[in-house]
């Protein structure tokens, strides 16, 4: 079976563009019987091999005026000219006119359930095109069971063709040698304690409510602890701004822009605790990485996040300060308790891995075929 697999936006750091790759990766490792297709945007051109398995085809244009033209008519006729059986379109939107049998993920419904969460022309977009892409859809795959739950809820899907297939967590997120850690730290500009915060800069993940929080701790506590947040700018959120200038404690919160993965293993290993307190999250790929590298987990009850913790972690109401103030102290005042989560943390994250993702995104091929 020759497969195509949409993938605008694998050069655009974040989760989507990292799920597009191990489940490629993935694919390529486990199936010597289907071919595999990669259809990349020209802005998505790396020169990246991600397997000499995997052929890669680039389609030129794709800026968000023209996003609609490259969905509805470029891959389209891309898949009839390749002569593709089935497409798998990997973040929420794919191509309504095509014949090949058409496979979406949806990593989340943010789109309709927070739009004001995201760029006016993304909400749009998205709000307009998902339902109708996902009643053409022949298979959805969601990637939580509560992305499940919104799938049927906001468009009236029907539920039997969706297919829960969480995604995985690298191997190089593990607890790291203290020899190694010690020399990261050298290059670090943070010496002394930590907490901290991977992700966007952007509304829905609630970095304010962090700043806030974490001002309150240190003023309850007298702690040295800093807070590190680490992660590009997204749909930047003004309110961060205006929170720091508020805050007395700026000076113990630093902003050390995006960090590449190698790197990323070595600040979850290196911090007292991960918070992370997200609006609203599909899946939460920082809570597993965390969990894995054995660093302790303040999170929010937001979407799926409590689905993936599954009791490895401290989960607090959402868009609440104060409950995250109080987890904060209870996690830095007791070793006990931050031993208690790296053991289950590290215990629950064995449960994902991008093998298993692959392995159960090609059994969604094989019986759309097959049926």
């Not at 749009?124 to 009643?135: E, H, I, M």
């Not at 401290?314 to 996690?331: F, Q």
């Not at 994902?352 to 049926?371: G, P």
Request: proline share 6%; glycine share 6%.
């Amino acid at each position: 079976m020759r497969v195509a697999i949409e993938a605008r936006g694998l050069s655009i750091r974040g989760g989507a563009s990292r799920y597009i790759r191990n489940l490629v990766e993935g694919l390529a490792r486990l199936d010597d019987e289907n071919e595999y297709w990669l259809i990349k945007a020209a802005d998505d051109e790396t020169g990246e091999c991600l397997s000499p398995r995997v052929r890669s085809l680039v389609l030129p244009g794709c800026a968000k005026l023209t996003q609609i033209a490259w969905d509805q008519v470029k891959l389209p006729l891309t898949l009839k000219r390749l002569g593709c059986q089935l497409v798998h379109a990997t973040k929420n939107v794919g191509p309504l006119n095509t014949r090949a049998r058409l496979v979406v993920t949806v990593l989340d419904m943010i789109p309709l359930l927070l739009p004001r969460t995201m760029p006016v022309l993304d909400a749009v977009y998205w709000r307009n095109l998902v339902p109708a892409v996902l009643k053409r859809a022949d298979a959805i795959i969601a990637i939580s069971e509560v992305t499940k739950r919104d799938i049927v809820e906001l468009t009236g899907t029907d539920e039997r063709k969706i297919r829960v297939v969480p995604l995985g967590v690298e191997p190089a997120f593990r607890p790291i040698d203290a020899l190694l850690l010690a020399r990261f730290r050298e290059q670090m500009k943070v010496k002394c304690p930590f907490l901290l915060y991977v992700g966007a800069l952007e509304p829905r993940k609630n970095v304010p409510l962090l700043i806030r929080a974490f001002s309150d701790f240190k003023r309850l506590t007298h702690s040295p602890h800093k807070l590190l947040i680490v992660g590009k700018s997204g749909w930047y959120d003004p309110l961060i701004d205006a929170v720091l200038a508020r805050s007395k404690f700026s000076d113990e919160i630093i902003f050390s822009g995006f960090a590449s993965e190698k790197e990323l293993p070595y600040y979850y290993n290196l911090a007292e605790a991960v918070v992370y307190p997200s609006k609203y999250e599909g899946f939460g790929m920082p809570v597993v990485e965390a969990m894995a590298c054995g660093t302790p987990v303040i999170t929010s009850d937001g979407g799926a996040i409590p689905e993936v913790v599954d009791g490895a972690g401290l989960i607090v109401p959402v868009n609440h300060w104060k409950p995250l103030t109080n987890a904060m102290i209870d996690v830095v005042s007791s070793a006990s308790l931050r031993n208690e989560l790296r053991i289950k943390g590290i215990e629950r994250a064995k449960e994902f891995s991008w093998d298993k993702t692959a392995s159960l995104t090609r059994q969604v091929y094989e019986d759309l075929v097959a049926s």
